[in-house]
């Protein structure tokens, strides 16, 4: 029966997979397309055994039949509201990820005015002229032209950092029957319930598909019903156990909490950049835009378009589009993910008319949800999982390889190396020169 019943569940977690990238499958559908499908199997085998009618129509009748009968109790309704529960914040969690690196993606490739391309050019070039091609500027000089250059950018700061936080509020809340590993490890016991269920109730089963599709045909021997003990079945599927440290779930807090070192990565990057690369130690003298000096004398401005006004470096006029609408975006998606965290009775699935599949649910969990210790048969276990998540940019040139950012592995002439190009230069040939 197993064997049998494998394209059916391939295609259950096929359609789980779908739906957590975002595709347009209804939970609802594929949750009962899977008990439709078993219930013929367990007919077959359990409850009448020996059956050799298997033309399409009578097959076709006892799965649809399974509807009315009911022959699994509420076990369907119980995955549906696991699965509503699990696979809502899962997708919220993906949809979120794969904004942050748009967001990374796009700021990467950012073209700058043609002001910054001159104050980076007098800040790094202008010294060897005079033949001091080892001096190094000023600090506060290197402030004002890196903050004046990355205004705009520096806007992002306030919402990437809300969008990191909420990030973390989402997945710590991602626990139980709340994360879809655990859901999915666990789901094997609640169809052996299913099963179990069913077995029980045979004989008032087997006459009710009989007052339905009409008496299945056997064979002049009728074969031995096939025993069937369910604590045999639950204790016998062996899952490989695996380190705790390749679940989901301590995946996603690693790569959380490495996240969560770059929450004022926007804000601070020219200080980053200044402070690590550019400028002159303390106590040495350095290049001011003019000449070698102690120190830099004219005003320090701080980050940001409204900071700028009194920048003596760099002019930096209006905003910039493109970092408008990722803004808009990132507070699209905070929202989202502020729907979804921390109050977990956000996320029930509305099916609408569905045939009572909607299950209420409160923010606590107990043995029927499967995230109890005693009498729900709940095993922990846990998946090997691959680097799926190395795609997953954190930001700067220097973690991209750590995590295989694609877009960081072009060749220089694909990605804009030359810093000053067709009158502006891009943050990735900025950073990457530098």
Request: aromatic letters at 8%; charged letters at 20%; proline letters at 4%.
């Amino acid at each position: 029966m197993a064997l049998e019943a494998a394209a059916s569940t391939q295609e259950l977690f096929t359609d789980v997979g779908l739906y957590l990238f975002g595709a347009d499958v209804n939970p609802e559908e594929f949750v009962n397309r899977f008990f439709d499908s078993l219930f013929p199997l367990v007919y077959n085998h359990l409850i009448n055994p020996g059956v050799t009618d298997s033309s399409l129509e009578y097959s076709e009748c006892v799965r649809t039949a399974r509807r009315d009968i009911s022959p699994f109790g509420n076990i369907p309704k119980r995955v549906l509201g696991q699965m509503g529960r699990s696979l809502l914040p899962s997708r919220t969690f993906l949809q979120a990820l794969n904004l942050g690196i748009e967001v990374i993606n796009t700021t990467d490739h950012l073209h700058f005015s043609k002001e910054c391309g001159r104050a980076l050019l007098r800040m790094q070039y202008c010294p060897h002229c005079q033949g001091l091609a080892l001096t190094k500027p000023c600090m506060g000089y290197c402030l004002n032209v890196m903050r004046g250059c990355l205004a705009h950018v520096a806007e992002l700061n306030p919402h990437w950092h809300v969008y990191i936080r909420s990030l973390e509020e989402l997945s710590d809340a991602m626990h139980g029957t709340y994360d879809i590993e655990h859901v999915l490890l666990n789901f094997h016991l609640l169809v052996n319930d299913a099963v179990m269920q069913a077995h029980r109730d045979g004989q008032k089963l087997s006459e009710q598909v009989n007052k339905i599709c009409g008496r299945p045909v056997r064979t002049p021997t009728q074969s031995p019903r096939c025993s069937f003990d369910g604590s045999k079945e639950k204790h016998g599927m062996k899952i490989s156990i695996r380190n705790g440290e390749e679940t989901l779930a301590n995946r996603r807090k690693e790569f959380i909490n490495s996240l969560r070192l770059y929450r004022t990565f926007y804000g601070g990057l020219a200080d980053q950049l200044c402070a690590n690369e550019l400028d002159a130690a303390d106590g040495l003298p350095c290049w001011n835009g003019e000449d070698i000096v102690k120190s830099y004398t004219q005003r320090v401005v701080g980050n940001g378009i409204k900071a700028q006004s009194g920048n003596p470096e760099v002019k930096v006029k209006g905003t910039d589009p493109v970092i408008n609408q990722i803004i808009d975006k990132l507070r699209h998606v905070i929202q989202l993910l502020q729907g979804r965290s921390p109050k977990p009775t956000k996320w029930e699935l509305h099916m609408g008319s569905g045939g009572g599949m909607v299950e209420q649910v409160s923010g606590d969990c107990d043995d029927e949800d499967g995230c109890g210790g005693s009498g729900s048969g709940e095993v922990k276990r846990t998946l090997k999982i691959t680097d799926c998540i190395s795609y997953l940019m954190i930001p700067g040139a220097a973690l991209s390889s750590h995590y295989g950012y694609s877009d960081l592995d072009q060749k220089p002439e694909e990605r804009g190396h030359s810093f000053v190009a067709q009158g502006g230069i891009t943050f990735a040939g900025l950073i990457q020169y530098i």
